[in-house]
Structures are given as structure tokens and as C-alpha cells.
């Protein structure tokens, strides 16, 4: 069953709840802190600024999270998964020009994916800076807070290997409490002013843009637009827990949210001459009575901890996407559970652990990271408006309900961006530097497989069934020595008969490889999680065998060891020749040995490609020899595995190379004779 069709449950709420709601849910650590340091500390600030800010957040929420969001995009999902992959991937057909939007906001959010969890739990951590316990003070100091922060998000990342259901069924009563607490907080501060209940008036979230008592202007929205970065993540995630857990718990998330927001209007208007001691002035821990100081750091910790893993598990679904895209190279992807939209990706984890840990070393404070915070994702938000526009349209919306609804997200999400763009000299540079580095990466590997697929022609296959005889006699030409007795290439054959001639080109021209039995073997991943299943096509012949594997997500791509038992099952009913083994430890063994070859391209300087399209085909092809090693894919770590350079030849070859033969000269007493 896939997840966007999984029924409402309770334990599907608290999942929900643990593993989607951790980057929003964060936002009231830093939001109101970012706002009160834009225009000049507590003391500057005003009762019209306050509730201006507080509409300003109600209402990006509203809009951005509620309708577009939780309303509008969560139905947008192909099978089950979300995010801005998934949504392209549903509009694809109607327009090349979408690739761009695609691969400029998946970019983006992936860049994000490494600032988010450096902010959160640095921000929650420097609520223990300079705290008392007793006569101790065990955080004295920002080096102590980068420390500790290191230290957590390394604890984060080495448990993503568990699955995100598991870690989510350990998050989800956590952040249950996280947000009951916000709600609590929010309700004890909003008691002592009912009056703050005006800020849900949108005419105040207007006014504030044009008022004096806001030093920043417009550029305010920078930090308003805090309170709604985990929306992206949201819509990522769906795969993970289903749409209907992620409707049926918002609301409740949402109203602690505003209640907390709420809470610290009152408190920063109750406290306008407020000095903190030493410390940078957070008013969402301020705003806790004393007497909960300790337990609200610690759970805002964990919840920190949790945000980041919104953003972990998002990354993990749309890099999986991605490659189904051929928007990035092949990647082993682990599944820990048996949901198919629960994924573990061992080196992106790598790399947005690594990510995360400079960012936190090079910024070193929440404020400087705050400052930069923001600016990718609103990126990815005008291009999810730009696909979501084009969905509606493959669902036969009405025109004009399609024009409303990309003006009136456009716009905010536009005026949002030029606010951020004062964040670049900030420390935004940062992110935007590496969504540029993934981006270019997406961008070579794309549009190299558009050139490539483009000058492919026939020649670039041939028909394996008319292959087949020279196979069979190479198998028992006894002028070649034996190279394996089964000679296995992973490779894919098309409508059952066509194979990349560069294979063929491996076992008859590089130098003849004579085998038992040639295996050309393709594996195909199924959306069940233990299926295991073969069909094989041997084209009349007893030495040529293509085998489909089917295997469920579950099962463990170790091709050695099916193809072990499907030779032995071919054997059996005579479908191939026996194998029998003079020399062996293990008694009646009937399989003989294996060589696997993995064929890898290398642009041949006869390729007829000039310009940009030679050197992107060329950069792609770096690009796959770089990234992880084919054998890991399917589990051939351990066994007798070649990996061959072929020539990859596009188009047809630059003109008619010929060299004219002459009559044979004494060139012994000529100077420079090699250059004549």
C-alpha cells in the first residue's frame, strides 16, 4: 500500500508529529529573535511592531504552510512520495523548460538541508550559555555551545541507518511534548494580555511593512519567513507517513505554534527594558518561568535534534527521486523498513553531516547563522508555485483558478526572496554556493544523458539474438583459453533482443573472452519488499542466458548469489551445459566459477561532438566514475569483478582517418627523419 493512501492512526499521528513538524516546529526558538535583533534590540521595539510581526508569522503560515502546502500540494504525489522531484515528475510532459525550476529548487533545498540543523540545535544549546547549576557553570562560553552541537548532530547522523520509522516512534511522544509545551508557554504569557489576539487581524501584517516603528521596512520578511521554512520538508516527507496523518495533525500543531508566538509578544511587550545577563537575549526562553528554564532547554534540545531529521529524511526522499530523474548519478539506497518510502542513503548522509558540522564551525553563532538562514528556500518555494501552477493545469483546473493561485503565491514568495537577498553578504553566499555546486552537478548530469541519449543511434546496439552464434562457438573454441566458466555482465537488454554493442565489443574485440556461459543480467527493484523472482531468455542456445531479476527493495542485491542457484536450476532441466568441477572443496558442486565485468565509458576522441556538448558528455562520464563503484550496487564487493574502460563513441566519427603507404626510403643519414 503506498503511503499517500495510508489511513489515518493514532500511532501514524505521532510518527507524523516526530519525524515532519521538527524544522517548524523549532522556528519560535529563533523567529522573534531575528525580528527584535533587525530592528534593534528590546529596547527599541514597540507594541505596533510586535503584533505586526506576530500577523506577519500567523499569516505566512496560513498561507504558505495551510493552503498551499497541507491543502494544495499534498495531493501532488507520485506514488506516494513528495517533494519538488515528485511534483515534476507528475508535470514533466507538459513542458521541457520545467527541468529548470526542478533542478533549481531541489538544489536549493538540498543546500538548505545543511543550515537548518546547524541553527536549531546551536540555538537551543546556547540556552545553557552562562546558566548556573549550583556554584557550576558548565557552558561558560560559545566554544563549549560548538562542542556540544558538533557532538549531537554526529550522535543524529550515525543513527539514520535505524530508519526513520524507528527513530520517528522515538520522536514522535517527544515532540508531542515539545509542541504541548509551546502551547502551555504561549498560554501563560498570552493570560496576562488577551489584548495581542488583535495581531490575528491581517491589516496589522500590512501595515507594519509601511510603519516607522519597523526600522526595516520590507526587509523585515526575512525573518518572518523563518517561521515557515519547514514547509518544503513537509511536503518531502509525506512518503514517509502518508497525507492523511500530515492533515489530521497540523492542526494541532499549528495552534501551539501561534499560541507560542503569541506568548512571546506579550513578554518582550511586558519586558521592554529587559537586560540579559551576559548572554544573547532569546525571548522564547525568556518568556519560560524560571523554574522550567532547565527542562525547556532540554526539550527545545531534542527538539532541535528532531528538526534536523525533518530535513535528513527529506534529503534521503528527494536525492532517491533525483536519481530516478537522472537528475544524479546511481547511489546505493538502503531500505531499514519495509515501507518502500522509508530510505537510508549512506553518502548523502555523509556529506550533509559533514555540510552541517562546517557550517556550524564556520558561522559559530545562531545569530550569524540566522542571518543567513532562509535565502535557498525561498528559492525552492517559487519554483514548487511554478510546478504546482502547471499541475493544476494537468488536473484540468480552471484557468482562472490556476492565475490566482500562481499571482497570489508568486508575489508573497517573490516578496520574500528580495527580502532575503540582504541575507547573501550575511552568510547567505554560503548556501547559495553549495545549491550552485549541487546544482551544476544535477545540470551536467541531466543535460549529459539528454546529449548522449540524443547521438545515440543504431549503431550504439546491437541485436544480441544475432549474436548468439558466434557466442556459442567462441564457447567452444578451444584455440582461446578458458576466461571464466561464467562470464556475467550486468547489463540491460532491451525489448529482450538489444544490448549496447559496447558489450560485445568487451567479449569479441578487446581481445575474445571465451566462457561456459555468457549472462547478461538485469535487475529490477519491485515496490514489494521481499520479492524474488527470475525470468531468463536463453534465444535457443545452451551458452547465451539473459536473466530479469525482480527483487523486492528488501532483498539483498547480492547477484552472486541468485545467479549461483538459477545456474544450478538451468543445469538441472538441461536449459544449460553442465558445469561439473574436478577441483573442489566443497563435493557434487555442479557450478562452476564467475567473472563479473562492469563496463565503464570513456569519450573516444572519434566522438563527433563539439563545443558544449562534447565537454558536458565528457563531465558527465567524469562524474559517473567518480561516484560509487558499481560493484557495491549489486553486492559484488567481494567477488571476482572487472571494471573495463570502453570507448564511448557518439555520432559518427570525425571524418575518414586514413594514412597513404609510400615506398620505404633511407632515412638514416636525413636530419630530423621522424618529422619528414
Known amino acids: ?7 489515518i492512526s493514532a500511532a501514524g499521528l505521532l510518527i507524523t508529529i516526530g519525524i515532519v513538524y521538527g524544522d517548524i516546529g523549532t522556528s519560535p526558538l529563533y523567529v522573534m529573535k531575528s525580528i527584535l535583533a533587525g530592528n534593534g534590540g528590546i529596547a527599541s521595539v514597540n507594541r505596533e511592531l510586535i503584533l505586526g510581526s506576530i500577523s506577519l508569522i500567523f499569516w505566512t503560515v496560513t498561507l504558505l504552510t495551510t493552503v498551499k502546502y497541507v491543502l494544495v500540494a499534498l495531493n501532488a504525489t507520485n506514488r506516494g ?17 520545467l527541468v529548470i525550476p526542478a533542478l533549481l529548487g531541489g538544489a536549493a533545498l538540498l543546500a538548505d538541508g545543511t543550515l537548518t540543523p546547524a541553527v536549531t540545535v546551536t540555538t537551543s544549546i546556547e540556552g545553557l550559555k552562562n546558566m548556573h547549576f549550583g556554584a557550576n557553570v558548565p557552558v561558560p562560553n560559545q566554544g563549549v555551545v560548538i562542542m556540544i552541537t558538533i557532538i549531537i548532530l554526529l550522535l543524529l547522523f550515525s543513527i539514520q541507518m535505524l530508519g526513520t520509522s524507528s527513530i520517528g516512534k522515538a520522536f514522535g511522544p517527544v ?3 515539545w509542541f504541548t509545551f509551546l502551547g502551555i508557554i504561549g498560554l501563560i504569557n498570552l493570560r496576562q494580555d488577551w489584548s495581542i489576539l488583535a495581531a490575528l487581524n491581517p491589516i496589522w501584517a500590512i501595515k507594519i511593512l509601511f510603519s516607522p516603528a519597523n526600522k526595516v521596512g520590507i526587509f523585515i520578511l526575512g525573518s518572518i519567513f523563518l517561521a515557515t521554512t519547514g514547509a518544503e520538508a513537509l511536503y518531502s516527507d509525506v512518503g514517509h507517513v502518508g497525507k492523511a496523518n500530515i492533515r489530521g495533525s497540523w492542526p ?7 499560541l507560542n508566538y503569541l506568548g512571546q509578544g506579550v513578554w518582550i511587550l511586558q519586558n521592554p527594558h529587559y537586560q540579559a545577563n551576559g548572554t544573547e537575549l532569546n525571548p522564547f526562553f525568556e518568556a519560560v518561568p524560571s523554574s522550567w528554564r532547565l527542562f525547556a532547554i532540554i526539550l527545545a534540545t531534542l527538539a532541535a535534534i528532531i528538526a534536523s531529521q525533518a530535513l535528513i529524511t527529506g534529503s534521503f526522499t528527494l536525492v532517491s527521486e533525483a536519481i530516478g530523474l537522472k537528475f544524479l548519478p546511481r547511489m546505493n539506497i538502503n ?9 537510508y542513503i549512506p553518502a548523502i548522509n555523509k556529506m550533509i553531516c559533514a555540510g552541517t558540522i562546517a557550517v556550524v564551525i564556520f558561522f559559530q553563532t545562531s545569530q550569524h547563522m540566522e542571518a543567513a538562514y532562509g535565502l535557498a528556500i525561498t528559492v525552492t518555494m517559487l519554483m514548487t508555485t511554478l510546478l504546482l501552477f502547471e499541475y493544476l493545469g494537468s488536473k484540468q483546473q480552471p484557468l482562472v483558478l490556476r492565475l490566482g493561485f500562481l499571482l497570489i503565491f508568486g508575489f508573497i514568495e517573490s516578496m520574500f526572496l528580495i527580502s532575503s537577498l540582504t541575507k547573501f553578504m550575511r552568510g547567505g553566499y554560503v548556501t547559495v554556493l553549495i545549491a550552485g555546486l549541487i546544482g551544476i552537478v544535477m545540470f551536467i548530469w541531466y543535460f549529459g544523458n539528454q546529449v548522449r541519449d540524443k547521438h545515440e543511434g543504431a549503431h550504439t546496439y546491437v541485436r544480441l539474438d544475432e549474436c548468439t552464434d558466434m557466442l556459442t562457438d567462441l564457447s567452444h573454441d578451444e584455440d582461446y583459453p578458458i576466461y571464466a566458466t561464467n562470464l556475467v555482465y550486468m547489463a540491460k537488454v532491451k525489448y529482450n533482443k538489444f544490448i549496447k554493442r559496447e558489450v560485445m565489443y568487451s567479449i569479441l574485440d578487446k581481445r575474445p573472452k571465451r566462457a561456459k556461459a555468457y549472462w547478461f543480467v538485469s535487475v529490477n527493484i519491485t515496490n514489494e519488499p521481499f520479492t524474488a523472482k527470475y525470468a531468463v531468455n536463453t534465444y535457443d542456445t545452451k551458452n547465451v542466458i539473459n536473466v530479469q531479476l525482480f527483487l523486492g527493495f528488501k532483498k539483498q542485491t547480492s547477484v552472486n548469489i541468485y545467479l549461483r542457484q538459477i545456474v544450478h536450476d538451468l543445469i ?3 536449459t544449460i551445459e553442465a558445469q561439473p568441477q574436478e577441483y573442489t572443496t566443497t563435493p557434487g558442486r555442479d557450478v562452476g566459477d564467475f567473472s563479473f565485468v562492469i563496463i565503464n565509458d570513456m569519450v573516444s576522441p572519434l566522438t563527433k561532438l563539439r563545443g558544449y556538448e562534447k565537454w558536458i558528455v565528457q563531465a558527465r562520464v567524469w562524474l559517473q566514475n567518480l561516484s560509487s563503484n558499481p560493484a557495491t550496487w549489486f553486492g559484488l564487493e567481494y567477488t571476482d569483478t572487472v571494471i573495463e574502460k570502453v570507448p564511448l563513441i557518439l555520432g559518427k566519427p570525425e571524418g575518414n582517418l586514413h594514412i597513404k603507404r609510400v615506398a620505404p626510403k633511407d632515412y638514416s643519414n636525413l636530419k630530423n627523419a621522424d618529422n619528414n
Open 81 to 97: 512520495e513528495g517533494g519538488i522531484f515528485a511534483l515534476y515528475a507528475l508535470v514533466r510532459k507538459r513542458a521541457k523548460w
Open 252 to 258: 494541532y500543531v499549528f495552534i501551539c505554534l501561534a
Open 335 to 343: 531500505y531499514p523498513t519495509t515501507e518502500h518510502g522509508q530510505i
Open 1 to 7: 500500500m503506498k503511503q499517500n493512501k495510508k489511513r
Open 175 to 177: 515532540m508531542f511534548i
Open 572 to 574: 538441472k532441466d538441461g
